[in-house]
């Protein structure tokens, strides 16, 4: 536990357990009963304490385990979705309108150029709705046949992924990939739309690729990520949050919601993925234990018993 979160929970027991109230107001039976630790095993929170700690309570039951494939990628432009701007006639340019990074409309101008042949005027457009990303492109120079704006609509995006000689048999067009920033903690689910036919000699990798909606802008071009392939899934009668399990005495345990609070329960664990985890024993469907958080109630459990040892 960090001492950040250690922090955040001081004070939320402090100020929910009676002390932020007047200075003649009493602790409830409740608040009381869980800094004394009274049931030997439990601890016991108030709501407005579960709140506080940012402990969220979930039912145990049946989902879907996934087989997945640890890989990591790379953002990048969807190159379908990337044109190129280029003057119709050679030309002298006049006036340009647009810069990188400005958000565009397909038939908006983007530079007026005047013909070198007719002497007439004439607008350069963007072909498609998105973002300007290179511009070579003053008043007053010659446009000749070069580019002039490139344009892409990240509306969506690709996720380059690099397997491993290894993993190559494993993965195939139409597959399921869960894609994570750790940076910004973003996450979504795209599907793998081409395989490389041949590897890169230099690292020795194969490209798969995955078509990611971002109709949001938050993935950018540029961003590493990590991504889990999905090999199969499995359904399961019960499982509970990874972030549920926590260890004691060289156990699993869950931190099960009972009457006398917040039980710990030893359970044996079965299959899991990188959200959730089987349940084989020590816990039954329709249970609700702690989903989140359940590290503070380990804390709490630790700090009780020290207090009863003393």
């Given at each position: 536990m960090n001492q950040k979160s250690l922090w955040v929970l001081v004070l939320a027991l402090w100020t929910l357990g009676g002390c932020g109230g007047s200075a003649t107001e009493a602790p409830s039976t409740k608040a009381e009963a869980h800094h004394e630790h009274g049931e030997p095993g439990h601890v016991e929170l108030t709501p407005e304490q579960i709140q506080a700690?940012?402990?969220v309570v979930?039912?145990?039951?049946?989902?879907?385990?996934?087989?997945?494939?640890?890989?990591?990628?790379?953002?990048?432009?969807?190159?379908?979705r990337v044109r190129d701007v280029a003057a119709r006639f050679p030309g002298v340019i006049l006036a340009v309108t647009a810069k990188v990074g400005d958000a565009v409309r397909a038939g908006e101008t983007l530079a007026t150029v005047e013909s070198n042949e007719s002497l007439q005027s004439y607008a350069v457009v963007a072909p498609l709705n998105g973002v300007v990303t290179a511009r070579q492109a003053n008043p007053g120079e010659q446009t000749g046949e070069k580019v002039?704006?490139?344009?892409?609509?990240?509306?969506?995006?690709?996720?380059?992924?690099?397997?491993?000689?290894?993993?190559?048999?494993?993965?195939?067009?139409?597959?399921?990939?869960?894609?994570?920033?750790?940076?910004?903690?973003?996450?979504?689910?795209?599907?793998?739309?081409?395989?490389?036919?041949?590897?890169s000699s230099a690292n020795q990798t194969l490209t798969a690729r995955v078509l990611l909606d971002n109709a949001d802008r938050r993935w950018a071009p540029g961003l590493y990520v990590s991504a889990r392939?999905?090999?199969?899934?499995?359904?399961?009668?019960?499982v509970v949050r990874n972030e549920a399990l926590q260890t004691l005495d060289n156990s699993n345990v869950v931190f099960v919601h009972a009457r006398q609070g917040f039980e710990p329960r030893?359970?044996?664990?079965?299959?899991?993925?990188?959200?959730?985890?089987?349940?084989t024993e020590g816990l039954r469907a329709g249970e609700r234990y702690a989903a989140a958080n359940?590290?503070?109630?380990?804390?709490?459990?630790?700090k009780g018993s020290a207090e009863h040892d003393d």
């Amino acid at each position: 536990m960090n001492q950040k979160s250690l922090w955040v929970l001081v004070l939320a027991l402090w100020t929910l357990g009676g002390c932020g109230g007047s200075a003649t107001e009493a602790p409830s039976t409740k608040a009381e009963a869980h800094h004394e630790h009274g049931e030997p095993g439990h601890v016991e929170l108030t709501p407005e304490q579960i709140q506080a700690a940012g402990i969220v309570v979930a039912e145990a039951g049946p989902a879907t385990i996934r087989e997945t494939l640890p890989v990591y990628g790379v953002i990048a432009p969807n190159a379908e979705r990337v044109r190129d701007v280029a003057a119709r006639f050679p030309g002298v340019i006049l006036a340009v309108t647009a810069k990188v990074g400005d958000a565009v409309r397909a038939g908006e101008t983007l530079a007026t150029v005047e013909s070198n042949e007719s002497l007439q005027s004439y607008a350069v457009v963007a072909p498609l709705n998105g973002v300007v990303t290179a511009r070579q492109a003053n008043p007053g120079e010659q446009t000749g046949e070069k580019v002039l704006f490139t344009i892409a609509d990240l509306s969506s995006v690709w996720v380059e992924l690099s397997l491993f000689p290894r993993d190559m048999t494993k993965v195939r067009v139409g597959q399921t990939v869960q894609v994570a920033s750790n940076d910004t903690g973003l996450r979504a689910d795209g599907k793998i739309i081409y395989v490389a036919p041949f590897g890169s000699s230099a690292n020795q990798t194969l490209t798969a690729r995955v078509l990611l909606d971002n109709a949001d802008r938050r993935w950018a071009p540029g961003l590493y990520v990590s991504a889990r392939v999905t090999l199969g899934e499995n359904p399961v009668p019960l499982v509970v949050r990874n972030e549920a399990l926590q260890t004691l005495d060289n156990s699993n345990v869950v931190f099960v919601h009972a009457r006398q609070g917040f039980e710990p329960r030893p359970v044996r664990i079965g299959r899991a993925d990188g959200q959730l985890s089987e349940v084989t024993e020590g816990l039954r469907a329709g249970e609700r234990y702690a989903a989140a958080n359940s590290f503070i109630l380990k804390a709490e459990l630790g700090k009780g018993s020290a207090e009863h040892d003393d």
